[in-house]
C-alpha cells in the first residue's frame, strides 16, 4: 500500500492536508472523497509521481503536452506485454506505468487513460482518444487482441514491431548522417571561398583591365560572390520562396506523388529508400494481418503509415481490386514500386492462406537488403563527397585562374 497526502477543503471551506493508505492514486482520491474532502492535490509520499494538480486545472491551467519519444513507446509497450502476460489486470497496468514513465505530458494521458478504463471504456478506445501517442496502428492492434483475448500476445507483437522499425530508422539514420554533414562542409567551404577569397581576385582583374574579356566560368563565379557580398537579402528571399513552393507542391496531391516518385528515382539512395518502403509495408501489413486484423482494415491502415505517396496509391488500388473480388497481387504488380518478387510471394500467400508469414519473409529479406545497402553506401559516400568538395573547390579554382592563364599564353605568343 503506497501512502498519498491530500490537500484539498473540508465541507466547511477549511484546508486539510491528510495522509491516505490505498493501492493507487484514485483509490486514495475516492477515499479522501468519502472523508468529505474536496480534493485538489493528491501528492505519492514514496517519492516519485506526482498527481495532475487538479486546483490548477479547476483555474485553468492547461495540462502538459506529451512528449513521448519512439524509444519510450517501445519501453512502455514491452513493459506492458509482461505485465498483462503475469496476469495484472488492464487498469492496474496502466496505473502502475503512469507512475513509472518521466514525462509528464505522458504521464497525465496515462491517468486519464486509467480512468476512462476505470468507467468502462475498452483499452482500444481509451487508447485512440489520444492520437499524438497512439498510432491508428497500434490502437487497432489492440482492438483485435481484445476481440481475440490475446492481449499480451499483440503488446508483444507491437514491441517486436516497434524495435524492428526503430533498427531500420537507425540504420537510415547512420547512412544519413556523414554526407548531411558532409553537404553542410562543402557549402560553408564554398561560401567562404565566395564571401572572402573570391572578391580579392575580382579586385586584380580589374586593376589588370579585363573588363568583359573574363571567361564565362570566372563571370559566373565572380557573379556568385557579388550575389553573396552585396544582394544576400534577395538570396536568402528567393532561397525561401523556392522552400515555400516546394513545400506548396509537395502539399498537393500531385504534387507528393511526384516528389514520391522522384525521390525513389534518385541516383543510389533512390533504390534505398524503395527498399525501406517495401520493408516497412511488408512488416506493418504481416503484424496487422497475424493480429487479427481484416485485410481491409490492415490494408488502410498499411496506406496511412507507408510514407511513399506512391506506395500509398497501389495499396488503395489493392484495396478497391479486394472490394471488387480481386486479389492483392495484380493492382501491387502494376506500381513500380513492387518488384516481381514481391508480388509473386504475395500472390503465393493469398492462394496458400500463408500471406503474413510470407510477407513477414519479404520484411525480413528487404531488412538484410537495407543493412547491405547502408554497408555499401557508407563506403561510397566518402569518397563521392570528397569528388563533390573536389569539383565544387577546382571549378572556383579554375574559374579564378583562367583569366591568368590565358594572360600568359597571350604574352607567351
Given amino acids: 500500500m503506497a501512502k498519498f497526502k491530500i490537500s484539498g477543503k473540508d465541507t466547511s471551506g477549511r484546508p486539510v492536508n491528510q495522509t491516505v493508505s490505498a493501492p493507487s492514486r484514485a483509490e486514495a482520491t475516492a477515499e479522501a472523497r468519502r472523508r468529505g474532502i474536496s480534493v485538489t492535490k493528491v501528492e505519492e509520499q514514496r517519492g516519485g509521481l506526482l498527481s495532475l494538480d487538479l486546483g490548477s486545472m479547476l483555474r485553468g491551467g492547461k495540462p502538459p503536452s506529451p512528449r513521448v519519444s519512439s524509444d519510450d513507446l517501445v519501453v512502455f509497450t514491452r513493459q506492458f506485454a509482461t505485465m498483462v502476460s503475469a496476469g495484472i489486470a488492464v487498469l492496474e497496468c496502466v496505473e ?239 506500381s513500380p514500386v513492387f518488384p516481381p518478387m514481391v508480388v509473386r510471394m504475395i500472390a503465393v500467400g493469398e492462394h496458400t492462406g500463408a500471406l503474413e508469414q510470407l510477407l513477414e519473409k519479404i520484411s525480413e529479406f528487404y531488412d538484410d537488403q537495407v543493412t547491405a545497402a547502408v554497408e555499401s553506401l557508407t563506403s561510397l559516400i566518402e569518397p563521392l563527397m570528397i569528388g563533390i568538395m573536389g569539383v565544387v573547390v577546382g571549378t572556383m579554382v579554375l574559374a579564378v585562374f583562367l583569366p591568368i592563364l590565358n594572360m600568359q599564353k597571350m604574352l607567351m605568343s
Avoid at 490475446?150 to 516497434?162: K, N
Avoid at 507528393?256 to 509495408?281: C, E
Fill in 96 to 334: 502502475i506505468l503512469a507512475e513509472q514513465v518521466d514525462d509528464p505530458g505522458f504521464r497525465h494521458n496515462l491517468g486519464i487513460i486509467a480512468e476512462d478504463i476505470r468507467g468502462g471504456t475498452e483499452l482500444s478506445e481509451a487508447l485512440s482518444r489520444h492520437p499524438k501517442i497512439f498510432t491508428n496502428l497500434y490502437v487497432n492492434m489492440v482492438k483485435a487482441g481484445e476481440a481475440a483475448g490475446q492481449l499480451d500476445e499483440i503488446f508483444s507483437r507491437l514491441a517486436e514491431y516497434q524495435e524492428a522499425s526503430q533498427k531500420l530508422r537507425r540504420e537510415i539514420v547512420g547512412a544519413m548522417t556523414y554526407p548531411t554533414i558532409s553537404l553542410a562542409m562543402i557549402f560553408l567551404v564554398a561560401g567562404g571561398l565566395l564571401l572572402f577569397i573570391i572578391p580579392k581576385f575580382k579586385d586584380i582583374f580589374e586593376q589588370m583591365g579585363f573588363g568583359d574579356q573574363l571567361p564565362l566560368p570566372t563571370k559566373v563565379v565572380l557573379r556568385l560572390s557579388d550575389i553573396m557580398k552585396h544582394n544576400y537579402i534577395e538570396a536568402i528571399i528567393v532561397i525561401v520562396v523556392i522552400i515555400v513552393l516546394v513545400k506548396w507542391w509537395k502539399s498537393t496531391e500531385k504534387g507528393g506523388y511526384q516528389y514520391d516518385w522522384l525521390l525513389l528515382k534518385l541516383p543510389i539512395f533512390g533504390g534505398l529508400l524503395q527498399k525501406v518502403a517495401l520493408s516497412r509495408f511488408s512488416r506493418t501489413f504481416s503484424t496487422l494481418v497475424r493480429s487479427g486484423v481484416a485485410v481491409l482494415g490492415a490494408l488502410e491502415i498499411v496506406a496511412a503509415t507507408s510514407g511513399n505517396r506512391v506506395l500509398e496509391r497501389a495499396v488503395e488500388e489493392a484495396r478497391e481490386a479486394i472490394r471488387t473480388g480481386q486479389s492483392i497481387a495484380d493492382p501491387l504488380s502494376r
